[in-house]
């Protein structure tokens, strides 16, 4: 079975601070998603990496940063939280490009 | 990819099938059907994939209409925790987009 596991399920963190959020996957997939779901609109990619060292903006990649140092793991990083940033934060894995993606459990993150 | 059109919700008796519909009508020779479900606080789950011949995995079984502008996704024996919203996504296999696009999705009730 596919497992992608993430850091934390539950976050608080002070507007301002900078936050990390890992996700690793233990089937030497390729590609690497960072999602975030609000209420109403739905799953937005920020950004995905189809290897290591290798990423590409999504969507929403303002306020954010990556790192994929090791194939496994790909890092979300919140440079200076914003209140706006309150979310679910989903990470995702897939084999190849357009292949069905396997996701971590979420991040809900609350920034105050 | 394609657009598609699912029930807003469904109700199933648990240990009875659920039949979970899907129109796709636009869809092209390319794309295949892909069913995901995300229950509550919880990341998404892949289900079930197919282009045109119907599949059947542990999960779930996938019909896809010869014409292919409809699919329908069943759970031969409903449990309370299939509980969740289910989407169903039309896009095309190991092609360039990367991203999952989410419609409204089905919330499918399991009644005990």
């Known amino acids: 079975d596919v497992k992608v596991t993430q850091s934390s399920r539950y976050l608080v963190k002070r507007t301002g601070e900078k936050v990390f959020l890992e996700c690793v996957q233990d089937m030497d997939h390729e590609n690497m998603f960072w999602y975030r779901q609000d209420p109403g609109l739905g799953l937005r990619l920020i950004y995905f990496?189809?290897?290591?060292?290798m990423k590409e903006k999504g969507d929403i990649p303002e306020g954010y940063s990556v790192s994929r140092e090791k194939k496994e793991r790909f890092s979300l990083i919140l440079e200076s939280a914003s209140t706006n940033q309150t979310s679910m934060y989903l990470c995702a894995s897939s084999w190849g490009r357009g292949d069905e993606q396997y996701f971590g459990p979420g991040t809900r993150l609350t920034v105050t | 990819d394609a657009k598609t059109t699912q029930p807003t919700s469904m109700d199933c008796a648990e240990g009875r099938a659920a039949n979970l519909p899907c129109n796709h009508s636009?869809?092209?020779?390319?794309?295949?059907v892909y069913w995901y479900r995300q229950i509550h606080s919880q990341g998404p789950q892949y289900i079930i994939h197919?282009?045109?011949n119907n599949e059947t995995n542990e999960m779930a079984s996938l019909i896809i209409t010869e014409d292919r502008k409809s699919s329908t996704l069943i759970l031969p024996h409903a449990t309370l925790r299939d509980t969740a919203v289910y989407y169903c996504?039309?896009?095309?296999?190991?092609?360039?987009?990367?991203?999952?696009?989410f419609g409204t999705g089905t919330l499918l009730a399991v009644q005990p």
């Open positions: 990496s189809y290897d290591v060292k």
């Open positions: 996504i039309v896009r095309v296999a190991r092609g360039a987009t990367n991203k999952l696009i």
């Open positions: 197919g282009l045109k």
């Open positions: 636009t869809i092209s020779g390319n794309e295949y």
